[in-house]
Each structure stands twice: as structure tokens, then as C-alpha cells.
């Protein structure tokens, strides 16, 4: 019953460190919490001081679990570096070998920031580099027992310190005190042509961008010129029509006028007839 519930336990740590960043630390104490309830307090503990990991360990973590065969190919591939570099693997071809490991490093390093990008993480310069450290250090120590493993690290690796890779270049079994699980990673020493080309393309990629931006500039102010003289042809036509109407307005007026005018004069020969036909039958 025992072995059972410790293999419930891993499960469900497993599932943990699957979660999204957000959702770790509230997941991780009603894991904690449910625990204790149920008894099981050392279990409990053991869960409630698992530490949130930053987001490159994160990374590296959430790469194991989706495609832990990569994981394996890079411990695998840093293996067999190590072993052709203290002669450990007969007649090897070391740079066939070493750019095999920079291909799944690569891959690996081009699915992390798709990861990251795809959380809501920045896959900025530095988040990469720490991812880099992390991989690397898996890779120098390979399938070795007792050392930090992908799917659960709780922080980024260093690459391991002289003494753990005098061990593991003597082929020797490493002692757990030389295991150095979560310190900060050190400044990644990069290739200056790398560093030379990627300034290269970041310096193309704005030049591009000016570029875009300056001709949607160029074909807003066209926009705007032919909207303004639109502004201004609709004026113009409003300031002719508003003279049109006064004009007929004031000829309007001048009409009535003339018509009541007419109308009186109308008014007043009837009545001149009127009177004119009264006096001609009078006796």
C-alpha cells in the first residue's frame, strides 16, 4: 500500500510541474493541503516545499513532457561527447559528435522559446541564455544517477562545478554532496559570430520595419491631402449653396412683396369699378 501511494504521490508531482506557471502555486498547496487532510503529512511537506520554478526552468521542464525522447537524445548526445573526450569511446569522430549535440541543442533551444512565447513568457536574451545553461547542464551530466532531472527542476542549472566533472570524466560514481542542483546560471560565453549575425538581422529586420513604416506614413499623408481637399471641394459647394439660398431667399421676398402689392392694386380697381358702375345707374 505503501509503494502505492508513493507512486500516486510522483503521479501527481508530475502533474504539477506540468501546469502552467500561473496555476503552480495554487495547484501546489491544495495538492499540500489535500494531503494532510488524508493523513499524509510527510507527503504533505515533501510537496509544500516544492518551489515554483523561473520560467527557463519552467521551459526546459515543460520540453521534457512534451517530448522526452529530445530530452533523452541531448543527455545521450552530451554522453557521448564526454566519454570521446577521456577516451572512453574508441575511434569517435569528437566534432561529428559535438555538432550532432549543437543540432538537438538548437532544436531544443527553438521549441523552448516557442514555449515560453506561447505562456505569455518574454523568450528575451537572458530567459534564453538561462534555458542554454540549463540544457547544457543536463547534457554534461547525461543519464548519470543522483543528479538534477528535466519534468521537475524548481530552478535554472549551472553547468557542474570541476570536481563533479573530474568525477564524471574519471568515469567515477558521483557522491550527491557534488551535485550542484539549483544555483544560478553563469554568463553564457557565445560565438562573437553568432552575437555578429544576429545583430546583423536585427539590424535588417528594423531597417524593414522603417521601411513599412515610412511608405504606411507616406500613404497616410496621400489619405489625409486627399481627404482635406475633399474637406475643402464640400465647403466650397456649401458656401455656394448657402449663397444660392439667400439669393433665392431674397428674391422670394421681393415676389411677396410685388405680389401683395398687385393683390391691393387688384383690390382697388374693383372697387373703382364698383363705384363707377354704382354712379352710372343712378337717376
Known sequence: MATKRGSDIDAEVDTLFQLSLTDFTAARNALAARLKKEGRAIDAERVKALAKPPAPAWAVNQLYWQDP????????AGERVRKAQTGQLKNADLRALIDAKKQVMHALMDKAAEILGAAGHAASPDAMRRVSATLE??????????????????????????????????????????????????????DPAEVRARAREAVQNAEKALREARREAERAESALAKANARAAAVEKQKQEIEARYAEAKEEARAASQEAKKTAQAVADAERSLAKARADAVRP
Open 69 to 76: 525522447k529530445a530530452i533523452d537524445d541531448l543527455l545521450t
Open 137 to 190: 547542464s543536463l547534457a554534461v551530466w547525461g543519464h548519470t544517477e543522483g543528479v538534477p532531472k528535466a519534468g521537475r527542476l524548481t530552478a535554472d542549472l549551472d553547468p557542474p562545478g570541476f570536481d563533479a566533472l573530474a568525477v564524471l570524466m574519471g568515469g567515477k560514481k558521483l557522491e550527491p554532496a557534488k551535485v550542484l542542483l539549483f544555483q544560478r546560471p553563469k554568463p553564457v560565453v557565445e
